[in-house]
């Protein structure tokens, strides 16, 4: 089975940073993506991680630690736009993605 | 590039209605499409695999008798909702993966926004 967790809502203030959680218990794993998705749009891509580390990509970066069934999603310098939904998404043993129910992350003035 | 097109992006019909939903890769040819539903304030779940040419693969606990799924050519899937009911309102999307990609590589529709009255 899959079971993929991750905090439901997050605020925060406009400039801080915050950091999303999500931890998995999967019958396989080949990687985490992490998406970001607007209300009523299509989720985009915004990382991949397969092995264990740190992933940076301008303000946001990803970490995965595979030993610990664990993976977080940074948001730096945050901006208004980041206002979202973000989703962790763990690619099963068929290459097939199983996502996590996503955080809502507000971000106020 | 990667761009992937749905049409329509709403659709409202009537109880025991059909409704045909189309997927595109518009850059890119496609040796996997994907379908997703997602209800508000919840996860994508994916619904089925197609690969052009063959029979989908249905997750466990959808009809495949009644989501419809042709994949005609690589750049093209369809997902037909057969018999909608009011429980089958949802947002639907696809996704597809690139033939000159790691197959974990998916990219996602707009999405379609199916209500059943």
């Known amino acids: 089975g899959q079971n993929i967790d991750q905090p439901t809502e997050m605020t925060a203030t406009e400039g801080a940073i915050v950091q999303i959680n999500c931890t998995y218990q999967?019958?396989?794993?080949?990687?985490l993506f992490w998406y970001q998705q607007h209300a009523g749009e299509a989720p985009t891509f915004l990382s991949y991680n397969v092995l264990d580390g740190l992933e940076e990509k301008g303000r946001f970066s990803s970490f995965l630690s595979r030993s610990k069934g664990y993976s977080y999603l940074l948001l730096k310098e945050l901006q208004m736009k980041d206002s979202a939904s973000y989703l962790c998404a763990v690619v099963r043993d068929d290459y097939k993605l199983s996502f996590g129910a996503g955080t809502t992350v507000t971000v106020r003035a | 590039g990667a761009v992937v097109s749905q049409h329509p992006s709403r659709v409202i019909c009537k109880s025991g209605t059909s409704v045909k939903i189309e997927c595109r890769s518009l850059d890119f040819q496609a040796t996997t499409m994907f379908w997703y539903r997602q209800f508000p304030k919840q996860s994508l779940m994916l619904m089925a695999t197609s690969n052009e040419g063959s029979k989908a693969t249905y997750e466990q606990g959808v009809e495949k008798d009644k989501f419809l799924i042709n994949h005609a050519s690589l750049t093209l899937s369809t997902l037909t909702v057969t018999s909608a009911h009011p429980e089958d309102s949802s947002f639907y999307i696809c996704?597809?993966?690139?033939?000159?990609?790691?197959?974990?590589?998916?990219?996602f529709g707009p999405g379609t926004r199916l209500l059943v009255l």
């Open positions: 999967t019958s396989g794993f080949n990687g």
């Open positions: 996704s597809a993966s690139p033939l000159d990609e790691i197959q974990e590589t998916q990219y």
